[in-house]
């Protein structure tokens, strides 16, 4: 059953430049809103934690799923201006302060995070808008988790702070999704030990994952990076521990390269984020650090092209330009909280996470006490798109299964460069043609949204192309 419910639109513009502290937004447009004020709370304020997004390819329909603190809630926000409520499904705890939830083909993953006994939950959102079906619900593996991170490639689920049903708390368990139905344990991380047997560290709070390698941010010890190609030989590579504004390392992620690591510090507030060239893993050099306002605390953030996407408690969404990873700046921000500026940095209250993976390139949001977001920012501050634009190629089809075709489109006798990534920044595709038109094999590719991009000596092109 959906349930179409009423938007609340809110355009805000500022009066004048030497408002600036004061503005609403900069460069990023609310276009639609999805609140419910009678909802349990936690701390007479918290209705909310963590989402995702999740793109239907054959329909071009967008969803989003985020956590309150008693159910799970799936939204189509294809039209952000008329939002609808498609299902609301239980978790087996209430009073949650963290859900947290990953798709993996056309299923979502759902954890929690608090003292009551909870599952891992595995939804099948194939028919979608009407319904949606639980395959797998079990405490075996998991009753208790703080936060997952699937890596489709090697068909694994990352289970960070992982408290199991048989009793105590493992750093992180790996999963494997071969069945995506039925998941199956393959392996647990293997925490360095001092002399004394000591481990290291103890928790995995989030971990980030391409190709096998996992950068765990482990509370107040820093970033520790390991390869888990063969999990019966894990290796440690490298740790971040030494570093300005050291404070409890929260979550990390790459840059599409693969030669940058972002991470941020929860606690204390107002810590700044960190940029670390990792070109050479076993040698990381800090190469930046910035902020949004003095105080402010940077939760979650995703570098998606030249563009970092931040959640920031108290202050919104933040968008920083990373052109040039040394030299951070702010190109956009949209403040969710309904005070602004805040009257107090402290504690944790605000924006809690922000996805900026949509085809459709707009941001989603959600404010632990305003609700769901859907925002719209300016095109030159997408990472879906490119500053230069023109086109030298054609894409057929699209959306495409097993093959995909492209074309040189009438741009002359220049070379051109092809890449495409998948969403995780991963390489998969790179040539330098003037062939007329070559094809490429994409049976081992997994349904979902692709970056393509095309550029000459002098210019680039980037489009969004789809997996059914």
């Known amino acids: 059953m959906r349930f179409i419910l009423n938007i609340v639109l809110v355009v805000l ?52 799923i985020a956590g309150s603190t008693d159910s ?34 056309h299923y979502v993953y759902c954890v929690s995070d608090n003292k009551a006994r909870g599952s891992l939950q595995v939804f099948n959102l194939k028919n979608l808008p009407d319904s949606v079906q639980k395959v797998y619900d079990s405490d075996t593996l998991a009753f208790n988790t703080h936060s997952i991170f699937i890596e489709a490639k090697s068909k694994r ?32 991380l293997k925490v360095p030990t001092f ?77 700044s984020i960190k940029i670390f060239d990792i070109n050479n893993i076993f040698d990381p050099k800090l190469v930046s650090m910035f902020r949004s306002n003095p105080g402010a605390t940077a939760h979650n953030a995703h570098w998606l ?8 408690y108290h202050d919104g969404v933040y968008v920083f330009d990373l052109s040039k990873p040394s030299n951070p700046f702010v190109v956009g921000y949209y403040h969710t909280p309904s005070v ?10 605000g924006c809690w996470g922000v996805n ?41 089809p699209n959306p495409f299964r097993d093959l995909i075709n492209i074309e040189n489109q009438n741009y002359g006798n220049k070379t051109i460069e092809v890449k495409i990534y998948n969403l995780d920044g991963e ?10 038109t070559f094809e490429t094999e994409t049976q081992n590719w997994p349904a979902g949204v692709y970056i393509l991009q095309a550029s000459t000596d002098d210019k680039i092109w980037i489009r969004k192309i789809v997996k059914q």
């Open 13 to 64: 513009l500022a009066s004048s430049n030497n408002f600036v502290y004061a503005q609403k937004s900069k460069n990023i447009e609310l276009l639609g809103k999805w609140n419910n004020p009678n909802l349990p709370k936690l701390n007479g304020y918290q209705i909310w934690s963590d989402l995702t997004t999740y793109y239907d390819s054959a329909s071009k329909r967008e969803y989003v």
């Open 72 to 105: 799970i809630y799936f939204f189509d926000i294809t039209n952000p201006a008329n939002i609808i409520l498609c299902a609301v499904k239980s978790g087996n705890s209430k009073g949650v302060v963290n859900r947290d939830f990953e798709c993996y083909s």
């Open 157 to 188: 689920l990352y289970m960070c702070i992982n408290r199991l049903s048989a009793g105590g708390v493992v750093g992180m368990d790996i999963l494997s999704l071969e069945n995506p139905e039925n998941p199956t344990w393959a392996g647990r």
């Open 195 to 271: 002399g004394d047997g000591a481990p290291f560290f103890r928790n995995v709070h989030e971990v980030f994952v391409k190709n096998d390698t996992a950068y765990c941010s482990v509370e107040f010890h820093g970033i520790w990076i390991f390869d888990l190609s063969d999990l019966n030989n894990q290796r440690w590579l490298t740790a971040i521990r030494d570093y300005p504004e050291n404070g409890y390392n929260h979550s990390s992620c790459l840059d599409p390269t693969g030669k940058y690591l972002m991470f941020t510090d929860e606690i204390p507030n107002g810590m």
């Open 305 to 312: 092209g030249n563009f970092a996407y931040v959640s920031y």
């Open 340 to 349: 602004w500026p805040p009257t107090s940095y402290e504690g944790f209250k």
């Open 356 to 396: 900026p993976f949509l085809p459709s390139g707009h941001l989603v949001a959600t404010d632990m006490t305003e609700g769901i977001f859907v925002l719209k920012p300016d095109p030159k501050i997408t990472g879906l798109k490119p500053k230069i634009e023109f086109e030298p190629i054609r894409i057929f």
């Open 427 to 436: 390489l998969l595709l790179q040539k330098i043609s003037l062939e007329p």
